[in-house]
């Protein structure tokens, strides 16, 4: 009992460290200035939802979201903040305050829709976690589901990762066709 | 048989819901289309948080699957818009998303 007590509590210490790095980095990438600052802002939240993910015995989700978001993503986004380098035309905001005032309050009338949403819908069964065996959630567990119960949106994702390929391919490489021409957009 | 330690999943949603929330006042308040994408990749990284509280709670691998696929459709999100800057940025427009509302070749 006391060793359990003791797991709880330093289960919680993990996770309000956690939530707040999650939380205080998500205000850090949409208030910065430099793109550049934002993005690893950006890798510190997807480094936080990892150990997130881990205490909610999600192991295989936490490692791919680490080596696919935190590794390959975000390092495609900072290769084009440093090919685009520094534009000083891009402000931080424009527009009248007007926007500004209604851009928070769509915000916040947004968090307190799913506040009311999920209270309403499922605070029945939030209160009590099912008890769930010790493979849940690893690499062969994901698998196995993957390659059985959901197959077809196993293959619908590889389809929609070739497209998007093809779409970045074509978006990066027409340029050189004819270097005189005026830009129209 | 292991139970849920530590605080309950309506605390982990809770944190879904404010970052999708920042995410979206991100989206709805910046101008750079860079820091819109990053905007867009909390507003992702919030459900698939939600997603993978509610499969935790009610025992059932299928959300974590979801978020897996979530990640895969993040990632493509990712390749095409950055794609689209880049192209931008070729033709030397000003990356400001109020000023980009016109298609044209």
Redesign the interface.
């Known amino acids: 009992m006391l060793v359990?007590s003791a797991?709880?509590v330093l289960?919680?210490a993990?996770?309000l460290v956690a939530?707040f790095a999650?939380?205080g980095s998500?205000?850090a990438?949409?208030s910065?200035s430099n793109?550049f600052y934002?993005?690893l802002a950006?890798i510190g939240?997807?480094g936080s939802?990892a150990v997130?993910?881990l205490?909610?015995?999600?192991e295989?989700?936490a490692a791919?979201?680490v080596l696919?978001?935190a590794g390959?993503?975000m390092v495609?986004?900072l290769f084009?903040?440093a090919?685009?380098g520094p534009?000083s035309?891009?402000?931080?905001?424009?527009?009248p305050s007007w926007?500004?005032v209604?851009?928070?309050l769509?915000?916040?009338a947004?968090?307190i829709e799913?506040?009311v949403v999920?209270g309403l819908k499922?605070?029945g069964?939030?209160?009590h976690?099912?008890?769930?065996?010790?493979a849940?959630?690893s690499p062969a567990?994901?698998g196995r589901?993957?390659l059985t119960?959901?197959l077809l949106?196993f293959e619908l994702?590889s389809i929609?990762?070739l497209?998007?390929?093809i779409?970045?391919v074509i978006?990066?490489a027409?340029?050189r066709r004819n270097p005189d021409e005026v830009?129209?957009? | 048989m292991i139970a849920l330690l530590g605080p309950e999943a309506s605390w982990y949603l809770g944190v879904a819901a404010f970052l999708f929330a920042t995410g979206a006042l991100g989206v709805l308040l910046r101008r750079n289309p860079l820091i819109v994408l990053l905007s867009l990749e909390i507003m992702l990284n919030g459900g698939n948080l939600a997603l993978i509280g509610f499969a935790r709670n009610l025992g059932d691998g299928g959300g974590q699957i979801f978020a897996l696929a979530v990640m895969a459709v993040a990632a493509s999100e990712v390749v095409v818009g950055l794609g689209l800057i880049v192209a931008l940025n070729r033709k030397r427009v000003t990356l400001d998303v109020d000023r980009l509302n016109t298609l044209r070749g």
Do not use: K
């Open positions: 359990a797991g709880n289960v919680w993990v996770w939530a999650c939380l998500g205000i990438v949409v910065f793109p934002s993005a950006l939240n997807l939802l997130l993910y205490l909610l015995s999600a295989f989700v791919a979201q696919v978001y390959a993503v495609m986004f084009v903040i090919y685009i534009r035309e891009s402000p931080w905001m424009g527009g926007q500004a209604g851009a928070a769509a915000a916040g947004l968090f799913i506040v999920i499922a605070s069964h939030l209160s976690s099912e008890h769930v065996g010790a849940f959630g567990f994901v589901l993957f119960d959901h949106a994702t929609v990762l497209v998007a390929a779409g970045g978006l990066g027409h340029s830009p129209s957009l």
